[in-house]
């Protein structure tokens, strides 16, 4: 996502540490405290403007979100949406997907979301795509056993390679959309790319895949 540079974004954001901590890391473990009920955790990587993770917040009171987005430009809009808004079940983190690590204890999320991720489409950029084996292994390190991965995206060829990545890499595929807008699928919150993209007459295409536990049949 490009957009102008905000120089005053970093002030912002230091301004509302309720809903954005500026040390993110010493929250580890300890998350379900920053928000009013003690409930399931939802993350989203690279939420851009925050469109789908405030809409979700909104929609679903009886689950916690937190926002991640690398930039500090990008992440001040999610955060003006909030200062409006006051959910009490949203939190941000102006920070790296490679630091989830950093972020959370193990089991400690039991949803990512990955919506309209940059395709790094040049095979010696693999590594930085956020469906990447190296990514995977840090998601199965925050999630429980059955904790879910939710993604979404117009490149086809990206999609094509998560099919086989999540696949190789052994989480299990629940349900998959080759074209998420023609379906009847109904609980779908639009991103700000997947209303640009849509427009223009792009395919949406939607998987939710889960880490299986051996202990239960799916
Ligand atoms: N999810 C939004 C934005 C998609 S663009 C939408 O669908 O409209 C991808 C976003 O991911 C950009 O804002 C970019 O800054 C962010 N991003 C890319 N790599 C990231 C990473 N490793 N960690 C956190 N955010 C990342």
Same mark, same amino acid.
């Given at each position: 996502? #490009?957009?102008?540079? *905000?120089?005053?974004?970093?002030?912002?954001?230091?301004s509302y540490p309720q809903y954005i901590s500026n040390n993110p890391q010493e929250l580890k473990g300890k998350?379900?405290? #920053?928000?009013?009920? *003690?409930q399931d955790i939802f993350i989203e990587i690279g939420s851009g403007k925050g469109q789908f993770i405030v809409g979700m917040a909104e929609k679903y009171p009886d689950f916690n979100f937190i926002a991640i987005e690398l930039q500090t430009s990008v992440i001040v809009s999610i955060l003006e949406k909030q200062i409006d808004k006051k959910l009490p079940n949203l939190q941000l983190i102006n920070g790296h997907g490679g630091d989830l690590l950093d972020f959370f204890a193990p089991g400690e999320i039991s949803r990512i979301y990955l919506n309209f991720s940059d395709p790094w489409p040049k095979t010696r950029h693999t590594k930085r795509r956020l469906t990447s084996p190296d990514f995977l292994e840090l998601?199965?390190?925050?999630l429980p056993d059955d904790g879910e991965i939710h993604f979404k995206t117009d490149n086809m060829g990206l999609f094509e390679y998560s099919l086989a990545s999540l696949s190789q890499?052994?989480?299990v595929f629940r349900q998959v959309w080759l074209d998420l807008h023609q379906s009847n699928f109904t609980d779908n919150i639009e991103t700000e790319y997947e209303?640009?993209?849509s427009a223009k007459g792009q395919t949406i295409y939607r998987l939710?895949?889960?880490w299986p536990n051996n202990k239960t049949q799916h």
């Open positions: 996502m #490009r957009l102008r540079n *905000k120089p005053w974004a970093p002030d912002k954001l230091a998350w379900q405290t #920053r928000f009013e009920k *003690k998601y199965r390190n925050i890499f052994g989480y209303q640009k993209f939710e895949a889960y």
